[in-house]
């Protein structure tokens, strides 16, 4: 999940008047700026998210929690069980490798484990884009790429880098599709999304296509471990710090996971865990119960292809909130005259203001909010004065303010579900919530408005024994320390 987000205030965003002459316009309804206070104060009320909200989010997360684990289909929350029971120690050793297949890019990555002494020796890793053909080809034509990357990635392997005589290389394979899981190393594969297209691979293992295209390169690797990038990040961050019990990706999209016991969960009655305990993949952007929804969020779910599903994602990820805010904002100069008494075009256009815009405006502090005119100017065609670039300005933030409070009202709802079932008290020691995604790292208003609002869910005592820190990339080589906890080789630590 990418969210590539300029948090500076640095004038990436050229006005280029000469060029481009005078943006195209319509006229707006109204003339008068008058009216666009009280529309402020409107937005600012229908998102507004005090207490009562946070805590009534934050117990039906915990609700939906429970009923999802009870019975599949029990809730809004799948509760998809990962198949990862054991989770890295430390004490880890060898040479493992991770591919990372999340969208149009992806990364192959190998890491040297020296155990509790060494950790992490080393590790590289390479990105490389998918040619737009394999994207709309076959699946068989897909793996073989992805099989040739790795088999050229793997040729380079030198250094610090050595594989023990008569082993395979292993690897963990994060795939960031809808996969029905089946074993910690197969899944099928439900659909295709993000753009692709790809015949021959639906209803299929997606493990048994990377294998089988491995073999026909002549790579002799194997996959270890299949997860999701949220799983991935909890195995990475865990690997640092045995307190993490959680991990939220916040970026494009959103998701969160976190550590279970096996016999908190109803629908896996009689299975067997060695340790006891799985990772939960709560699939938490189809979360609905509760959410503040605007008129323009409403609008934007009745445009999208989903209409009435993944609202807790659509009001909460970086997907999504420029788009909101590019509703607002064009509301407020069609009823408002917020830029005058014409609307440019381009303000009417879906998603061409994204959640990276909002943030760089935010970090404007210059006095005459400079960034803020150019971002419109380049983006929208938007002529602005110093008052509607506030305007801009209170608007983003009361989108941005939404969304960080109501993902840490859900993550209260994970702590809360995990209080009330552990037979440990969570709340009364250090308890590790991992985060990464592009929206987390790069917005930083958003990272503030999530702390504060766990804060204040949980108390000044409880809340200071919670650390929700930054686990960068950690879904990659999370990968990588999963296929070494899953070897197929016995561990020599």
């Known amino acids: 999940m990418s969210f590539a987000a300029t948090t500076t205030a640095t004038p990436l965003f050229r006005i280029k008047r000469s060029t481009r002459g005078v943006p195209r316009t319509r006229m707006a309804v109204r003339s008068s700026t008058i009216s666009v206070a009280p529309m402020l104060t409107k937005l600012q009320s229908d998102c507004a998210t005090p207490l009562p909200v946070l805590l009534h989010v934050a117990d039906s997360m915990s609700t939906d929690m429970h009923a999802g684990l009870a019975v599949d289909g029990g809730s809004d929350l799948k509760m998809i069980l990962s198949y990862v029971d054991s989770l890295p120690t430390g004490n880890e050793k060898g040479l493992f490798y991770a591919l990372d297949l999340g969208g149009t890019n992806?990364?192959?990555?190998?890491?040297?484990?020296?155990?509790?002494?060494?950790?992490?020796?080393?590790?590289?890793?390479?990105?490389?884009?998918?040619?737009?053909?394999?994207?709309?080809?076959?699946?068989?034509?897909?793996?073989?790429?992805?099989?040739?990357v790795l088999a050229n990635f793997a040729q380079q392997e030198g250094g610090k880098f050595h594989l023990p005589p008569?082993?395979?290389?292993?690897?963990?394979?994060?795939?960031s599709f809808p996969v029905k899981q089946t074993s910690i190393d197969s899944g099928i594969l439900m659909k295709w999304t993000k753009g692709f297209a790809v015949s021959g691979t639906a209803g299929k293992d997606v493990v048994a296509c990377l294998n089988e295209a491995m073999d026909r390169k002549g790579l002799d690797m194997r996959v270890s471990a299949l997860v999701n990038d949220a799983v991935g990040t909890l195995a990475g961050a865990r690997y640092w710090d045995d307190d993490v019990v959680v991990a939220v990706i916040l970026g494009t999209g959103t998701n969160a996971c976190y550590v279970e016991r096996m016999d908190a969960i109803p629908k896996m009655q009689g299975k067997f865990s060695p340790s006891g305990r799985t990772i939960?993949?709560?699939?938490?952007?189809?979360?609905?119960?509760?959410?503040?929804?605007?008129?323009f969020d409403r609008d934007m779910d009745a445009a999208s292809i989903n209409p009435g599903e993944q609202i807790f994602e659509k009001t909460i990820s970086g997907m999504y909130l420029g788009e909101i805010a590019r509703r607002a904002l064009l509301n407020m100069a069609e009823e408002g005259a917020l830029f005058g008494e014409s609307v440019p075009e381009k303000l009417s256009m879906p998603f061409i203001l994204v959640t990276p815009h909002l943030s760089a405006m935010q970090q404007d502090n210059a006095d005459d909010l400079q960034t803020v005119g150019s971002i419109l100017y380049d983006v929208v065609g938007v002529e602005s004065n110093l008052n509607s670039r506030k305007i801009v300005i209170e608007v983003c933030?009361?989108?941005?303010?939404?969304?960080?409070?109501l993902a840490g009202a859900g993550i209260v709802g994970i702590l809360q579900k995990l209080g009330k079932d552990s037979k440990s008290a969570i709340f009364g020691k250090r308890t590790v919530v991992a985060m990464d995604g592009g929206l987390y790292e790069r917005y930083p208003q958003c990272r503030r408005y999530i702390k504060e609002a766990v804060a204040e869910l949980l108390g000044p005592e409880t809340s200071q024994n919670i650390v929700i820190e930054h686990s960068k990339d950690g879904s990659g080589i999370g990968a990588a320390l999963l296929a070494a906890t899953n070897s197929q080789y016995d561990h020599d630590y």
């Open 106 to 148: 992806f990364r192959v990555l190998r890491v040297q484990l020296g155990g509790k002494e060494e950790r992490v020796i080393a590790t590289e890793f390479e990105q490389v884009t998918i040619p737009e053909k394999l994207m709309f080809g076959t699946s068989e034509e897909l793996f073989d790429f992805i099989a040739s």
């Open 166 to 175: 008569g082993r395979k290389r292993e690897i963990g394979f994060t795939f």
């Open 280 to 295: 939960v993949n709560l699939e938490w952007g189809a979360f609905s119960k509760g959410l503040p929804l605007t008129v």
């Open 397 to 405: 933030d009361t989108i941005v303010k939404r969304a960080g409070r």
